[in-house]
């Protein structure tokens, strides 16, 4: 299965904006998913994750509060839904195939497709 992240864009600190994890070639319903993000010069960062039911879910400290992962089996895509932006989020959001059910690390997932980037203006 190959995923694919969109929905970046570039948004005031303070906005919202939701990406979506699309899987094309297999059923996405059947793995945990993880976002993932990449500001330049930085090495990759976990964001949040979500079980392949959806009734467990981890997120980064970072983003706990403001960010909410959720996902629709039915329409086999993962979202991302981010509000309360700030500079610091800036960066390309990638999103992941569990690769040994629901974590943390990169190294736990697969199957990464290109980037969305968001970019959030002071």
């Known amino acids: 299965v190959q995923l694919q992240a969109y929905g970046g864009g570039l948004v005031q600190a303070g906005g919202s904006l939701r990406l979506t994890c699309a899987a094309s070639?297999?059923?996405?319903?059947?793995?945990?998913v993880g976002w993932f993000r990449q500001a330049p010069g930085k090495e990759r960062e976990f964001v949040a994750a979500?079980?392949?039911?959806?009734?467990?879910?981890y997120y980064a400290d970072s983003v706990k509060g403001r960010f909410t992962i959720s996902r629709d089996n039915a329409k086999n895509t993962v979202y991302l839904q981010m509000n309360s932006l700030k500079p610091e989020d800036t960066a390309v959001y990638y999103c992941?195939?569990?690769?040994?059910?629901?974590?943390?690390?990169?190294?736990?997932?697969?199957?990464w497709g290109q980037g969305t980037l968001v970019t959030v203006s002071s």
């Open positions: 070639g297999r059923t996405l319903s059947s793995y945990a």
């Open positions: 992941g195939r569990g690769l040994v059910g629901l974590g943390y690390d990169s190294a736990d997932f697969g199957s």
């Open positions: 979500i079980s392949w039911s959806g009734e467990t879910t």
